[in-house]
């Protein structure tokens, strides 16, 4: 099933042992690199405050209405997975950073992303440029996650424009070689 952050968000997190509410869904860990969702950011309502936990993604047994845990000491502080702290460290990250092409055309800033429950991969991310969204860019035409920017390839319309450019560059008629004086 294909899920974007943005419907996800305030989902409800349940043991799968004793269908207790442990949490809603506050943010996401994505993996620059790989393309996959490592886990999510939980939100646990307290009395007077709420404090935030980590869920990781290989500890979801179902994703659908509510997202079933296969135990609630599942979801914990995020400093207790080590495997997720380079990420955590990383500055590039994919929500909130600017996309460019490789031909530095500024697209927008990604506000959302959708995702496959199933693999837990990212497949599309969505730039939003002044409030207006932008056409979704797939993962696939992604070429690096930088610190500043997400560069993505170039539209074909981009392509098509360049290499018609390069064609008014040549010359259509091969410049014939200059003769000696003496010959």
Not at 18 to 40: K, N, Q, S, W, Y
Not at 84 to 97: A, E, F, T
Not at 126 to 136: A, S, V
Request: hydrophobic residues 45%.
């Amino acid at each position: 099933m294909h899920v974007r952050l943005s419907t996800c968000l305030g989902m409800v997190i349940r043991a799968e042992n004793t269908e207790e509410v442990i949490g809603m869904i506050d943010g996401i860990l994505l993996h620059p690199d790989r393309g996959t969702v490592e886990g999510f950011f939980v939100r646990v309502p307290g009395l007077f405050s709420s404090s935030s936990l980590f869920l990781s993604a290989f500890d979801i047994a179902h994703f659908g209405r509510t997202i079933v845990v296969r135990d609630h000491d599942r979801v914990a502080p995020a400093e207790d997975f080590i495997r997720v702290q380079p990420l955590l460290l990383d500055p590039r990250n994919i929500l909130g950073q600017r996309i460019r092409t490789e031909s530095g055309i500024f697209l927008g800033r990604c506000r959302d992303v959708q995702f496959e429950t199933g693999s837990m991969r990212y497949t599309w991310i969505f730039p939003k440029k002044w409030l207006k969204w932008r056409e979704p860019v797939a993962v696939a035409d992604i070429i690096e996650v930088r610190p500043d920017a997400i560069i993505v390839r170039d539209p074909p319309a981009v392509v098509k424009e360049k290499a018609l450019a390069e064609a008014a560059k040549t010359p259509l008629v091969p410049l014939l070689p200059e003769m000696p004086e003496g010959a």
